[in-house]
C-alpha cells in the first residue's frame, strides 16, 4: 500500500494531476498499442495497479501521443512524467554502454543479445543512476532485416539511397554503407515512403507487420543484422518516495513482464515474418557477398565503439564473448 502521505504527490504535465484518493503516474512510450512492449507495458500498469489496490495508478499513453520518443529520457530525467519506455539506441550520444544495442552483427541471435544485455546492464544502471533514471525492464525486438523497393544482392545496389535512421548507431550505419541517414519516427515510416522522403529502412518485421509495409515497399531482406531493445526507466526521486512494498511490487512487475517479453518475442520474430510474406512482401535471406559486406561494417563500428570508449566498454565486450 501507499503511504498516505504519498498521495499528495503529484505530476503536472500537459495539464495532468494526481487525483486525492490514488497516485497517478504517467508513462508515455514510442509504439503503438499493436507492439509487444506497448502490450507489456499495459500489463504492467494493470500489475501494478492490482497489487496495490489501486493506490498507484500507471497511464500508458502509447504512440509517442504524450511526449515525442526523442524527448521521453528527458521528461523522465527532469520528473515532467515518472517513468518512460526508451528505444535504448536512441541515447548512444549520451554515453557509449546505450551503443552496445545498436551494433551490428555483434549479437544476432536472441541467445547471444541476452547475454550481451546481461553484459551490458551493470554499466547502463550505473549511466542512468547518473541521468536520475531506475531501470526497470527492457523487452527485446525481433533481428533487424533490411526493407526496400527492389532486391538488394550488394551494398552496390542501395548505394545513393536514403536509409532511414532512428539513432546515432544507425546514422552511422547509414553512412557506411553508402547511403544517406534520414531520421525518420516509426509513426512517420509510411509516409515517408509514399513521399519519397526514405528509400529503405532497416528495422524489426514487427515494425513492418504493424505499418503494413507492403503497402509502400516489396522487399525484406532478413539480414539479422542486430537485436534492439526498448527499456522502461523511471525516475530515481519519483521511485524513493514510494514504500518499500510498493517498489517490491513495481520491480517484480517489471521482472515478469521482461521475462514474458524475450519469451514473446521469439514467437512474434516468425510470425511477423510469415506474415510480411503472406501480404506480397518478397522475403529473403543475404547473399554471400552482401553478408561478408554487413560483416565488415559490423567489424569496422565495433571497433569504433571502443576506441571512443573507456575501460568499461572494453569490460563489456570481454564479459560478453566469454
Known amino acids: 500500500m501507499l503511504k498516505k502521505t504519498l498521495l499528495t504527490t503529484s505530476i503536472v504535465f500537459g495539464g495532468f494531476l494526481s487525483t486525492v484518493n490514488a497516485a497517478q503516474w504517467h508513462m508515455p512510450t514510442p509504439y503503438g498499442d499493436a507492439n509487444l512492449p506497448t502490450k507489456l507495458a499495459y500489463q504492467f500498469a494493470e500489475e501494478v495497479k492490482q497489487k496495490t489496490d489501486g493506490d498507484l495508478n500507471i497511464t500508458v499513453h502509447s504512440g509517442a ?17 515518472q517513468m518512460g519506455e526508451i528505444f535504448i539506441g536512441i541515447m548512444g550520444n549520451t554515453h557509449p554502454v546505450f551503443k552496445h544495442d545498436n551494433i551490428p552483427f555483434l549479437a544476432t541471435n536472441f541467445d547471444d543479445a541476452e547475454k550481451l544485455w546481461q553484459a551490458a546492464k551493470p554499466e547502463m544502471e550505473k549511466q542512468l543512476k547518473k541521468e536520475g533514471m531506475k531501470l526497470l525492464y527492457t523487452v527485446a525486438w525481433p533481428a533487424q532485416g533490411l526493407y526496400t523497393k527492389k532486391a538488394i544482392n550488394s551494398l552496390a545496389d542501395i548505394e545513393g539511397s536514403r536509409m532511414r ?26 509516409q515517408a ?8 529502412m532497416i528495422t524489426s518485421p514487427t515494425t513492418g507487420v504493424n505499418g503494413q509495409a507492403w503497402d509502400y515497399l516489396s522487399h525484406y531482406n532478413d539480414i539479422q543484422a542486430w537485436i534492439p531493445k526498448n527499456m522502461v526507466v523511471v525516475n530515481m526521486r519519483s521511485f524513493k518516495r514510494l514504500d518499500k512494498d510498493v517498489q517490491k511490487i513495481i520491480l517484480a512487475a517489471a ?17 511477423d515474418t510469415d506474415s510480411l510474406a503472406a501480404n506480397g512482401i518478397a522475403v529473403s535471406t543475404p547473399t554471400a557477398q552482401l553478408t561478408g559486406e554487413f560483416n565488415k561494417i559490423g567489424e569496422t563500428m565495433t571497433q569504433e565503439w571502443i576506441d571512443e570508449s573507456g ?12
Open 65 to 81: 501521443s504524450l511526449v515525442k520518443h526523442t524527448e521521453i529520457p528527458r521528461a523522465v530525467k527532469t520528473g515532467q512524467v
Open 165 to 190: 535512421a532512428y539513432s546515432p548507431s544507425t546514422s552511422r550505419l547509414a553512412d557506411l554503407m553508402d547511403t544517406t541517414p534520414t531520421t525518420i519516427q516509426v509513426p512517420e515510416i509510411p
Open 193 to 200: 515512403f509514399s513521399t519519397g522522403i526514405i528509400d529503405a
Open 255 to 271: 521482472a515478469n513482464v521482461e521475462k514474458q517479453g524475450w519469451e514473446q518475442v521469439r514467437i512474434n520474430a516468425k510470425q
Open 311 to 322: 575501460p568499461a566498454i572494453k569490460t563489456l565486450l570481454e564479459n560478453y564473448q566469454q
